[in-house]
Each structure stands twice: as structure tokens, then as C-alpha cells.
């Protein structure tokens, strides 16, 4: 019986700034990678490598997220927008 397998979906505290419905919760890949995306998929499909830090970019409102070493980026690949995590 498949009827009671829960889909476990991990909170991040983040609102989708994309459908401002959802919330951007932890996933996994099918090859088991984690990423981030909106819960209202496939209504909304937004959807983060990176996990978002709640904080909107300053330069183009996109969501920011934490990257390497201690920092800080915008999601926004053609933004440049960058910060140490502790600013």
C-alpha cells in the first residue's frame, strides 16, 4: 500500500518570490543531490541549487543564497551581487 508514503519536505522559512504561494522547501535530485524548490510545484517550478537565505539581492531582488566558504550570492546567474556571510 503506496498510499501512505508522505513526501518529506524540508522547511526553509522562505517564501517563493516567484508565485509568492509557495514556500521553498529541501529537496532531492534523482541522483540524490539536494536543491531548493517551491512546494506549489509543478504549478510553480523555481528551484535553487544553492539553499536561499530569505534575504532579497539588493542590486535585482532576487533571492539570495549561500555559496562557498562562508558567503553569500545572488541566485540571479547574471547578477553579481556578493557578500561575506557575516555582513
Known sequence: NHNNIK???KETGVNCP???KGK???KKSRKGKLFYACNQYPDCENAYWSK???EKCPNCQSLVVYGAKDTQ???NKDCDYKK???E
Open 52 to 54: 536561499p537565505t530569505g
Open 24 to 26: 521553498i522547501v529541501e
Open 18 to 20: 516567484k508565485c509568492s
Open 73 to 75: 550570492r545572488c541566485s
Open 7 to 9: 513526501k518529506i519536505e
Open 84 to 86: 561575506a556571510a557575516d
